[in-house]
């Protein structure tokens, strides 16, 4: 996988994907691509930049992309991170990931309940990352 790129995908591409971009950048070697885009791209959701900030990684750069600008080309591995949503479709033979994971943006509630959403989303997707990035170096 090394030598692929990875894209994160899902509907929107303002949370989940973003802060999975986000992580594996902070983490994989360098010179590794790394993609986030979705389906119907949004707007970055700004607990997704405060959840990730609070453990020094910046995404406030970040935007949504549509999958359409992704190079296809230099893409291997495909993570969809859709749980209740339809997941959007890359096209190609690539390597597919599903980890079902939910909306933090879909919560309901004061700021704290959705920061803690946010939160939790992070640091699964951390965890599991950090397993691929893992997997990836005993390959």
């Given at each position: 996988?090394?030598?692929?790129?990875?894209?994160?995908?899902?509907?929107?591409?303002?949370?989940?994907?973003?802060?999975?971009?986000?992580?594996?950048?902070?983490?994989?070697?360098?010179?590794?691509?790394?993609?986030?885009?979705?389906?119907?791209?949004a707007t970055l959701n700004p607990l997704a930049v405060e959840a990730l900030a609070e453990i020094g990684i910046d995404i406030s750069g970040h935007y949504s992309k549509p999958i359409e600008r992704i190079p296809a080309a230099e893409i291997g591995t495909v993570i969809t991170l859709c749980n209740e949503e339809v997941c959007p479709v890359f096209p190609g033979e690539v390597e597919r990931l599903h980890w079902g994971l939910p909306d933090p943006a879909a919560v309901e509630g004061d700021e704290e309940t959705k920061l803690r959403a946010f939160r939790e989303i992070r640091d699964e997707l951390q965890r599991r990352i950090v397993l691929l990035l893992q997997s990836d170096s005993k390959d």
């Open positions: 996988m090394a030598n692929r790129g990875i894209l994160f995908i899902c509907v929107a591409n303002s949370a989940r994907s973003q802060m999975a971009e986000g992580i594996a950048r902070s983490l994989a070697p360098e010179g590794m691509r790394l993609y986030s885009a979705g389906s119907e791209p």
